[in-house]
């Protein structure tokens, strides 16, 4: 097997400037890829450098390391509202602008996980190409953009079509059923391709269990409150107005408890409004952005993850909350049955606020959550993930 060190040369290519946008699991996963990989890794993406060249291969380094690196744009940290063109069309026509020069690296190995770059590179047979979905719903079926929902079933048609021809390697962060929903909905075209289940990975030397009550002092949280913690990027979508409702329920019974959401996005103006409304303002907390060091420190605070998510991948908040041995309580999707086994580790539960409030109640009471995480944790850990890529992409 290869070291990382021998690793053959990759050209990693995603939506995101591999530091700290945008918020959220594709960030994570790119991030753990480049802590597996390093400098073997060259990397196109956004830069927040106004300084930075754009349009052509430069260095830059990332956490100590120097990449080969090609920024298509540049983009402004932080950025909460919604563009008035969709970030998906931009990034099409970035790449699109800049395909000849990004392959001129003439780096056979090719790796992204953004379906727009599978839709804009001009790759041929000489690419050995591997496309890891970040998850097998419709990437457009949770647009901010209500227009660009029509459009759905078109995107999907397109991506399917470009992985048949040009994807060597397909692999999933989902379970076994999604991904069959996944080639059922792509109408035969993926039927001769494989699609292997990829799990998420987890550092797990950032995350990882801890002591709650020095984790709450240097948070400054109180020591005899429960504390519920959520984690991700704010939107709809993710699934606040059920953890909310829900939360209103828990607190008949758990007068001192806090919700804690640890993320930003659009919908942090809306969720605070909510907050408001509900008179939840000394009960609710938005902590904002975190690092991954500090989000480790508010689960092993926390004495509950919850997540109410309507769609995701192979949820990386789910496994870093595993990885801190923390029960959980999560809405139903791709890897939630897998991550969370009933009355184990936790609940998967119905979208249902009275349902989600009860599983929050009983999860506190499941002796043996962290002994069982504990030992669960290590498929998902950031150490095998060289390995595993090995295993199931040949890369020369």
């Known amino acids: 097997m290869h070291s990382p060190s021998e690793f053959p040369p990759i050209l990693f290519v995603e939506a995101c400037n591999f530091v700290n946008a945008p918020q959220g699991g594709q960030l994570t996963a790119a991030r753990m890829l ?6 073997r890794m060259a990397l ?31 983009v402004p940290i932080p950025r909460h509202k919604r563009p008035l063109i969709p970030a998906r069309a931009t990034c099409w026509f970035q790449f699109k602008w800049h395909a000849k020069k990004i392959l001129s690296c003439d780096i056979p190995n090719i790796l992204t996980r953004e379906p727009t770059v599978m839709m804009a590179l001009p790759f041929t047979p000489a690419h050995n190409v591997c496309f890891w979905l970040p998850g097998i719903e419709p990437a457009l079926s949770i647009s901010r953009y209500g227009w660009a929902k029509r ?3 078109l995107f999907d048609i397109v991506l399917n079509k470009r992985l048949y021809r040009y994807a060597g390697t397909i692999l999933a962060a989902a379970d076994s059923g999604a991904i069959n929903e996944f080639r059922r909905r792509a109408g035969g075209v993926l039927d001769d391709c494989a699609i292997r289940a990829f799990p998420t990975r987890v550092d797990t030397e950032c995350f990882h ?22 984690s991700g990027r704010l939107h709809r979508a993710k699934g606040w107005p059920l953890l909310l409702d829900a939360f209103e329920l828990f607190l008949t019974k758990h007068k001192n408890s806090q919700l804690v959401f640890v993320g930003d996005g659009a919908d942090r103006s809306a969720l605070e409004q909510s907050v408001a409304k509900k008179g939840l303002g000394d009960r609710v907390f938005l902590a904002g952005y975190q690092s991954p060091e500090q989000l480790a420190l508010y689960l092993q605070a926390a004495d509950l993850f919850v997540m109410g ?19 959980i309580v999560t809405t139903r999707f791709s890897s939630a049955d897998s991550i969370v086994l009933n009355s184990i580790n936790g ?19 499941l002796p043996g959550v962290r002994e069982f995480s504990q030992g669960e944790v290590e498929k998902y850990a950031l150490a095998n993930l060289t390995s595993s890529l090995e295993e199931v992409w040949e890369v020369r």
């Open 347 to 365: 609940f998967v539960v119905e979208r249902d606020p009275v349902i989600f409030a009860c599983a929050m109640e009983n999860a506190l009471n």
């Open 209 to 230: 269990q801890g002591d709650q009550p020095v984790a709450r002092r240097s948070l400054s949280l109180p020591l005899t409150e429960k504390i519920l913690v959520t």
């Open 309 to 327: 998510s309507e769609k995701e991948g192979w949820s990386t908040s789910l496994v870093e909350a595993l990885a801190c041995g923390l029960p």
């Open 151 to 153: 459009f759905a079933s």
């Open 44 to 74: 196109v993406g956004w830069t927040d450098d106004s300084g930075a060249p754009i349009g052509r291969w430069h260095k830059r380094i990332i956490d100590g390391i120097e990449y080969d690196f090609f920024a298509t744009d540049y």
């Open 34 to 39: 480049i802590r597996a990989l390093g400098s």
